[in-house]
């Protein structure tokens, strides 16, 4: 299948204002771009990429005084299937665990493991390890939290949704990745594009989103409590430890969001 994507943000800044953009596709998926995927500013400013410490090519700014758009438009090849179920996948112990997922082990700004540990011990501590664990942990955050638009709180933590049961995307994905990490399983918190592809219209639809990958069985396998069943169309921008390391937009001095407009959907060869 192809899918057409893109998205136009405006910032309104008082001052010039440096930012770091995380905006563009995850390298991993950049071989399925069947046009570019190109940023573009409006005003013209003076950019360039770099690749942060999780893979994800990251962007470089000093934002003008006044309104600033950015944008980006493409189509994308892809599969079409949902997204794996592991059913048979195992669970490393500790010691067996590549040294370079031991990072999504740690607590992190949004995901406290030491406030959260004994809870999941409590909730979790008699399934079967593996994916069983996985899914019995975004069984129990699919139905804890409810999904609000409206009580969306960029400070929320993960312990801040299991205490206040509400949340977005982001939220969900939060405290089941946390609980996965108190569980010892490898947790990487992941943002990018979702539209309702493959799925009844839904009030509440997704274009950007977040969602989250666990490490079974020496991969990284999707896991999505907010939705919580295989979902079509995911496209990869970056991951990292929780939003914190992927937040679109990363501003060093005051700017407003002032405009918000994504598009994902699947489009005929």
Known sequence: MQIRAGFSLSYDCPAPTPMLLSLNLHPSRRADLLTPQVLAFTPDVESWDYMDSYGNVCTRITAPQGR??????????DAGTPDI?????TQHSIRDLPDETLIYLMGSRYCETDRLTNVAWQLFGHTAPGWPRV??????VHNHITFSYQKADRTRTAFGAYTERTGVCRDF??????FCRCMNIPARYCTGFLGDIGVPADPDPMDFSGWFEVYLGGHWYTADARHNFPRIG?????IGRDATDVALSTQFG????????????????
């Open 68 to 77: 600033m758009t950015v944008s980006t438009a493409f189509d994308i090849y």
């Open 85 to 89: 179920v592991p059913h048979d996948a």
């Open 135 to 140: 899914q019995a942990i975004l069984d129990f």
């Open 173 to 178: 994905a939060h405290l089941a990745l946390t």
């Open 234 to 238: 995911r496209i990869l921008m970056a």
């Open 254 to 269: 005051p700017a407003k969001l002032s405009g918000f407009s994504v598009t994902t959907y699947e489009i005929m060869p």
